[in-house]
């Protein structure tokens, strides 16, 4: 076997949205792998037969990544074949062309539908009745509209106002999605047969979830032309009558999954009264007389929140099933798969260590996408709380490279005992001490596990302890443990120097080279640990936040979530937010720092990291900032590869530098 190096990531598979078609015998799912010449990826759609366990490859040419059943042997997909639509979208019309492929039977895939509209997301009604969410943009023209002098007049309008943007409402900006003032997910419904599109959500909605059931959709937005709030209407929307009916005000909660159940609706909301912006969703019903009632008193957040820098697409993470919702829950470090039916009766299916991304279920079986045995994504059956992995594309990542499985413990610190973890460098010596790296994840509600992290084995094949852990903040562990507002910095803090101590206690690490870095929230807790203690030899702080109060006005959830989480704004307490920020003490800070950032992170602003970078060099310590051109908050996560490539360079060269 041969040592993980840097570049390991570029033969690792992501696989995602796995689906069943209607007869429940096959299922599609994508499959992603980098690029590394033309620095970005390739997707391609496979099928996986569930009786012969038979996996094809359907698609070839690399951009096909979404898929929908039309039918029990076809699959749409979206895909920018056209060379024709690609010219006209340069100049600012919006298309998005759907190809339908017949898995049984073979053959090449033909142009089944084009739509005057950039489709994010679709869902089917039947063959000629299609639900989609499409970006409707306020400011623009809609060019495939216009024709003659018309269309030339728009066509130069466009063109002179390139170089401009007009911002006249908050958020106005979104990470990974650019400049969004007056722009949003519009809902539509298509008439394939009559090639008839109609509108069914207004153009200040933003909608955020949709589902269908037979000619009914059900969909939760958020409607403002000044201010987003942080609540969310829920409305149904009958195809056949045209009628849109109100079920849940849009002022009164967050609301982050619905759907038809039965007679009723199933919902996941939080009024956010309790624990602000991040309390846990707990499911109702609504009633046909709209009244919502509690169905589980549940303190755990509904997804996957076990973080991984080895995924790439999404997929399920509810299906409703006759009387039962099926879901997945973090809880502790793992992810459980649970049913829930209409009588508030709770049924888990799967609670072992590891992952379940995303799944999906028919006719009683149950297939996912997971992270097991500290592997990387596969595609699993689940019968009994037991696993049966079907493919095997991430196979030889195991059996070619030393792979060093983390040590799981439990740990206590302030009065709570959560998971701490420690990665022994690969070809470890017991007669040896060894350096070290703390690493803290982003959020702050998320939270690690026993699963893979491609940074985490390339520091312990090149010789590094690594060491991590779940400190106040995280998710898995309930509200009360997850609340953290007003408090960051000094509980999350204390957490994380109680295990730091631990580990150079037990383990056979030098204690005079150790490292600190972390992402998001990790970046704030390396440059709040950076201003309050010398202990680390160096530290790498990643997409951080140094300064409370830019952020609030500089960021896509600045104004709302800087708000809840510190209980304060730049008016409201002024002196709190300070208090909480690193930067104010960065006069006090000696550890040589390098700053990750990318240009284009409107979650954390790039003025974040260049602020704390610009404090410790004006007081003489030594810095280096690496910012990322066309990359956004996830560079770590879905960056293009070269990218993350150097951005793993650069950190990993530091550690080198410092701790060895």
Not at 191 to 210: A, H, R
């Amino acid at each position: 076997m041969e040592n993980l190096h840097l570049k390991s990531f570029l033969e690792y598979k992501f696989l995602s949205n796995l689906d069943f078609n209607p007869e429940a015998n096959n299922l599609a799912f994508s499959l992603s792998e980098s690029d590394y010449e033309k620095n970005s990826y390739k997707h391609y759609i496979y099928s996986l037969d569930t009786k012969t366990k038979e996996v094809k490859k359907l698609t070839h040419f690399g951009k096909e990544k979404n898929s929908l059943w039309l039918n029990n042997n076809i699959i749409l997909f979206s895909s920018d074949r056209d060379t024709d639509i690609e010219e006209k979208k340069k100049i600012g019309e919006t298309w998005t062309v759907f190809y339908a492929l017949d898995v049984k039977n073979g053959g090449e895939a033909y142009e089944y539908m084009r739509l005057p509209l950039d489709v994010s997301n679709i869902k089917i009604i039947d063959e000629n009745n299609f639900i989609l969410l499409a970006d409707y943009d306020n400011n623009l023209y809609h060019l495939n509209d216009l024709k003659g002098e018309e269309r030339e007049k728009a066509i130069k309008e466009i063109e002179e106002n390139k170089d401009y943007e007009v911002l006249d409402e908050i958020p106005f900006w979104s990470n990974g999605r650019g400049f969004r003032n007056k722009k949003r997910d519009r809902l539509y419904h298509y008439d394939k047969l009559n090639d008839k599109i109609t509108p069914i959500s207004d153009e200040y909605t933003n909608v955020e979830l949709v589902n269908v059931k037979d000619s009914k959709v059900i969909f939760a937005g958020r409607t403002f032309t000044d201010k987003q709030g942080l609540t969310s209407g829920l409305y149904v929307y009958d195809v056949k009558s045209q009628n849109l009916e109100v079920i849940v005000d849009k002022d009164l909660y967050d609301i982050s999954y619905a759907n038809f159940i039965e007679d009723k609706i199933i919902c996941a909301l939080s009024d956010m009264k309790a624990y602000g912006v991040n309390e846990n969703h707990k499911l109702y019903l609504i009633d046909s007389n709209k009244n919502i009632s509690l169905l589980n008193d549940n303190d755990t957040w509904l997804s996957c929140t076990v973080g991984s820098d080895c995924r790439l697409g999404g997929g399920k993470s509810f299906k409703v099933i006759g009387n039962k919702l099926y879901f997945l829950a973090t809880i502790a470090e793992r992810v459980y798969l649970e049913s829930i039916d209409t009588d508030g009766k709770v049924e888990v299916l799967s609670d072992k260590d590891g992952t379940i991304d995303f799944f999906d279920i028919a006719n009683g079986e149950v297939y996912y996408v997971g992270m097991r045995d500290y592997t990387l994504q596969e595609v699993y059956k689940l019968e009994n709380n037991e696993s049966t992995k079907l493919t095997f594309f991430n196979e030889e990542i195991n059996k070619k490279y030393k792979i060093s499985k983390p040590e799981v413990f439990d740990f206590t610190t302030n009065g709570f005992t959560t998971k701490g973890f420690v990665i022994y460098p690969v070809d470890y010596d017991k007669n040896k001490t060894y350096p070290a790296i703390l690493d803290i994840h982003g959020g702050p509600k998320t939270v690690y596990g026993n699963v893979f992290y491609h940074e985490m084995q390339v520091w312990a094949n090149m010789g590094y302890f690594v060491f991590f852990t779940n400190p106040h903040g995280s998710d898995g562990y309930g509200n009360e443990f997850a609340d953290i507002r007003g408090k960051y910095g000094t509980v999350d803090y204390e957490d994380l120097m109680n295990f730091t101590d631990y580990v150079l206690e037990k383990y056979p690490i030098n204690k005079s080279k150790v490292g600190v870095t972390g992402g998001s929230y990790g970046g704030y807790m390396t440059n709040w640990i950076i201003g309050h203690t010398d202990r680390f030899c160096c530290a790498v702080s990643q997409r951080s936040i140094s300064n409370w109060i830019s952020k609030f006005g500089t960021t896509d959830i600045g104004y709302y979530f800087n708000a809840d989480q510190n209980q304060a704004t730049p008016w409201i307490n002024h002196d709190k937010l300070w208090w909480h920020s690193p930067l104010k003490y960065a006069d006090k800070a000696k550890t040589p720092t390098l700053f990750i950032h990318s240009e284009q992170d409107y979650r954390c602003w790039l003025a974040e990291g260049i602020q704390m970078f610009t404090a410790l060099k004006y007081h003489g310590v030594e810095a280096r900032l690496c910012m990322f051109r066309g990359e956004n908050h996830e560079l770590s996560r879905s960056g293009k590869p070269k990218h993350r490539l150097r951005r793993l360079t650069e950190i990993t060269n530091w550690f080198e530098k410092y701790l060895k």
